[in-house]
């Protein structure tokens, strides 16, 4: 049997396989409140036979989102609406989860359509938050420094957002502390500046996640997996690294988190990236060899032979598909048939196998 379709059990959940749907942002929302463009975008995934369903990156205030279109859950009404999805997605026998975020430096942004640039406080732009105040990249807007008072702010709000998440049917939360985001721009020397308890030293710096995961397990069951995605590297000199991953992810297992989502880049405009197939899961295997802890790999894995490769490899245990998932939401299904596996397929679909 291949590893990509064997099961994968993390606490009391188990996925039917190794493949996970990435967080990726909709831009379709409003007010927060997915509607049914996400319900057809998720269940679609789910229906294709993914064992791991991640919805895009979730604002846990109003002023955390990437752009006014995102989804949120930093209020109850929203529950709903996202219970209606998490609830398809079960019937598909797929795990729903959800990508709790805030976008501090780099949100009040338009959508990718229409240029991605920021919004300006007179065209439903709001004031734009992070650790220092420095802007994302030349012309952008400067963040306002979070206070002591404002961080706590923020860290109670990644708790809400959990027990909100909790009610709406999520069995996996996964915290955004990659991209360049909020928790990220605390992390890197390059976007932390700060002099408090809160920059600085490494200690300080990863502090707020930390404290973000702290506030987390105190309303997430114990019995659910907790997941963290980071940027293994800024991919720029004097910058988040590697063996500063390695060292968080080390201190984030002591505290149980069930699996490193491991990405790169986003908090440095112009990274200069070295771009190829598979180009992260090598910062994916150096965490799980050096840490012993269950990682995630992502990034330019196009096909099911590469990714069993990976999983044979030792070098990740999920395969998280986001680009190759938008072009073919079915893509688990031929996978299994590429690598000589029989899977079940939805009783709608049966005439369709090959």
Request: glycine residues 8%.
């Amino acid at each position: 049997m291949s590893i990509l379709f064997s099961p994968l059990p993390l606490k009391s959940i188990t996925l039917k396989n190794r493949l996970a749907i990435s967080p990726m942002c909709q831009y379709s929302a409003k007010d927060g409140f997915p509607n049914d463009w996400h319900l057809v975008h998720l269940g679609s995934r789910a229906v294709g036979g993914a064992g791991l369903i991640i919805a895009e990156a979730c604002a846990v205030v109003p002023e955390g989102r990437i752009s006014p279109f995102d989804i949120g859950i930093w209020k109850d009404e929203h529950i709903e609406s996202h219970l209606r999805i998490t609830q398809f997605i079960e019937s598909q026998g797929a795990v729903p989860a959800v990508q709790l975020a805030h976008a501090g430096r780099k949100a009040s942004c338009d959508t990718p359509w229409n240029g991605g640039g920021y919004l300006n406080l007179d065209k439903e732009g709001w004031q734009i938050v992070g650790p220092s105040e420095i802007p994302f990249k030349p012309g952008a807007p400067t963040p306002h420094s979070l206070s002591i008072e404002q961080i706590a702010q923020v860290i109670k709000s990644f708790q809400l957002a959990a027990e909100r998440s909790l009610k709406a049917g999520y069995k996996i939360i996964e915290i955004h502390a990659a991209h360049g985001y909020l928790i990220h721009q605390f992390l890197s020397p390059l976007s932390n500046l700060r002099t408090d308890d809160y920059g600085g030293t490494f200690e300080n710096r990863i502090r707020l996640l930390l404290e973000v995961v702290d506030a987390i397990q105190k309303v997430w069951p114990t019995t659910l997996p907790l997941f963290v995605r980071i940027s293994a590297t800024d991919w720029s000199e004097g910058g988040w690294d590697l063996p500063s991953s390695i060292e968080l992810v080390k201190l984030l297992k002591q505290k149980g988190i069930d699996l490193i989502d491991t990405s790169t880049a986003g908090n440095i405009y112009d990274a200069q990236i070295t771009v190829g197939p598979g180009y992260q899961v090598h910062f994916a295997k150096a965490i799980k060899k050096e840490t012993g802890s269950l990682t995630g790999a992502v990034g330019l894995i196009t096909n099911a032979l590469q990714a069993e490769e990976i999983l044979q490899n030792e070098s990740a245990d999920l395969i998280l598909i986001g680009r190759l998932s938008l072009r073919d939401p079915y893509f688990p299904l031929i996978a299994a048939k590429e690598l000589n596996e029989t899977i079940k397929w939805p009783l709608q679909y049966e005439r369709g196998k090959i």
